[in-house]
């Protein structure tokens, strides 16, 4: 009877463990973003012609889409950027550019992670756009449902990855208005592969105003 008790514990205490990893309980929560501090972040231009400029910069005239990639070789990232890509017609229209930001430059994942990608790719070694609190997502993401069911739903749409470069904190996307307009949308990623939806991204970009 002893065993029997100990072994309906265990089994009890892993289901509520399983319950529990699928909830918001044990992830940590965002801090808003402030548009001085990304504003003040320090983006490296990634081509012969190095560059490092404040990233206010690509906004203040014109607003910015912004993606913070998690891992360019992640399949999920790739199939977000994508669809993200997809509003590239819109944007432009509406005089508004898509850029993406990433932690680092491993090999050659930026460059594979180009055809994904129709916009601008900068570095942000001290990853401003994944703060001011840095979320990070390891193990756990790997019994939550949600997670499994990105992994399915990007799989199915053909997108294939890697596992090099820096997975675990949590990206984001962002549409940020020109000027003092501050920041229209903000979207960061709970999960690995929660993604923004690409409506909410293109109301928020026509809320920007662009100066002529």
Same mark, same amino acid.
Request: proline share 2%.
């Given at each position: 009877m002893g065993m029997w008790s100990l072994g309906l514990g265990a089994v009890g205490a892993a289901i509520a463990g399983l319950i529990l990893a699928n909830t918001d309980f044990l $992830?940590?929560?965002p801090a808003p973003a402030i548009l001085e501090y990304l504003g003040n972040a320090d983006l490296k231009?990634? *081509?012969?012609?190095?560059?490092t400029l404040k990233a206010e910069t690509l906004w203040e005239k014109s607003g910015a889409v912004f993606m913070a990639v998690r891992r360019p070789g992640c399949f999920l990232c790739r199939?977000?950027?994508?669809?993200?890509?997809?509003?590239?017609? !819109?944007?432009?229209? $509406? @005089? %508004?550019p898509l850029y993406a930001v990433v932690k680092? *430059? %491993? &090999?050659?994942?930026? !460059?594979?992670?180009r055809p994904h990608f129709a916009g601008?790719?900068? $570095?942000?070694?001290? !990853?401003? #756009?994944? &703060?001011p609190q840095q979320r990070k997502m390891g193990g756990l993401g790997f019994i939550r449902l949600g997670v499994w069911q990105n992994f399915i739903r990007a799989w199915r749409s053909g997108y294939q990855g890697n596992v090099n470069g820096e997975g675990f904190i949590l990206g984001g996307v #962002? %549409?940020? @208005?020109?000027?003092e307009q501050g920041v229209l949308l903000e979207h960061r990623e709970k999960e690995f592969g929660d993604k923004v939806s690409i409506?909410? %991204?293109?109301?928020?970009?026509?809320?920007?105003v662009v100066e002529k």
């Open positions: $992830l940590t929560k231009t990634i *081509n012969s012609d190095k560059r199939e977000e950027a994508s669809e993200l890509s997809s509003l590239k017609p !819109q944007l432009d229209e $509406l @005089g %508004v680092e *430059n %491993v &090999g050659t994942e930026i !460059q594979d992670f601008e790719i900068f $570095l942000d070694e001290k !990853q401003a #756009f994944y &703060g #962002f %549409v940020i @208005g020109s000027g409506e909410s %991204v293109l109301e928020a970009a026509k809320k920007i």
